[in-house]
């Protein structure tokens, strides 16, 4: 499916707790780059460790990632509890903070899976809907990036990886990116003060996660900066050249594009290293052949085709091959390493 190219640069979700016989024909034939897990994937460690090996046994071994920022966003509350969220541990300082990563990470390792989507380095601000769901870390660009480096420390103690989130800040945004497209209309001054954080972090995590959001100084006020070549090169001019990745396609924010297969081939098009397709599993194949057709027809989309599956997937090789460089924890140090996160973050 996949001829010329060692992957697809998709992160895919997969339907439930197990890899039946015709979803693993469909990987290995498609070949994503990655598997996001969600809480429909999970049920017990034993499992999701069974789930993660037979996802390693792929050729090429896929990058398997979650979400786990923690509060409202944790795809691990059946197996450990609640985590605090980023603004209570933020609000608790950076031992909580440090705590809060560091739970993750062993949470992660401990399961298998090589990158936690996290930190939101996103800007509290009153009308922002990610400060109100508990998600920011600080309202200030230098707390921000603190606090975020010290989240990543707590997840690269485990060997886990993390991930910049949501380019180039959806900290001022008021609505939900699931349910619709926002716009965001400050000049390059305004701007400047939520990218700092991006700018800050982009070397020492090298992955960063491009939002649904129109944002026209950056030089697009019709499509969202996901899908805009001029955004997504800004993106691409950050410190270290980060891998980039769309958020997930199929939000609500993207309805007035199209069907998924059009969403992929518009992300890659614009310079995305990666794609996120969280639900249509039985829409794989399709987006496969459909990336296909692109790159024989047009020399240009096959460039940045090609671009994005080395780029991507030589990120997938290097976080594989550090998987194993830390002991696993067992399941009783994470449970210790949750509660310790829970304690850190209670106000004093």
Known sequence: ???????????????????????????????PAGIILFGRNVVTPDQVRELTAALDELEPQ??????????????????????PSPSRA???GRRAVRALGEAAGAACCALGIHLDLAPAVDLETPEGLLARQGRTLSDDPERAVTLGAVFGEGLSSWCVAGCLKHFPGLGAVPVDTHEELPVLGMDDAGLAVHLA?????SESFQLVMM???????????ERPVSLASAAVRRAA??????????????????????????????????????????????RLESI?????????????FRQSLENAVTRLG??????????????????ATVAQLWEQARREAEPR
Not at 1 to 22: F, K, Q, R, S
Not at 66 to 83: P, Q, S
Not at 197 to 201: H, N
Not at 211 to 221: E, F, I, K, T, Y
């Open 1 to 31: 499916m996949t001829p010329g190219w060692e992957c697809l640069p998709l992160i895919a979700g997969i339907p439930g707790p197990e890899l039946d016989d015709d979803q693993r024909r469909v990987l290995e034939s498609v070949r």
């Open 62 to 83: 896929p990058v398997i990632c979650i979400d786990l920022e923690g509060g409202a966003v944790n795809r691990l509350a059946g197996l450990w509890g609640n985590l």
């Open 90 to 92: 933020a609000a608790a």
């Open 197 to 201: 954080p991006f700018e800050a972090l």
């Open 211 to 221: 939002a649904h959001v129109v944002v026209p100084v950056l030089g697009d006020g």
């Open 237 to 282: 001019e950050l410190p270290g050249s980060p891998v980039l990745l769309s958020d997930d396609l199929e939000m609500g924010a993207l309805d007035a594009v199209g069907g998924i297969e059009d969403r992929v081939v518009a992300a890659i098009a614009a310079g995305n290293h990666g794609v996120i397709v969280s639900k249509q599993f039985d």
């Open 288 to 300: 496969a052949g459909r990336l296909q057709a692109e790159a024989a027809e047009n020399p240009r």
């Open 314 to 331: 030589t990120y997938q090789s290097s976080l594989c091959r550090a998987s194993g460089a830390v002991p696993v924890p067992g399941d």
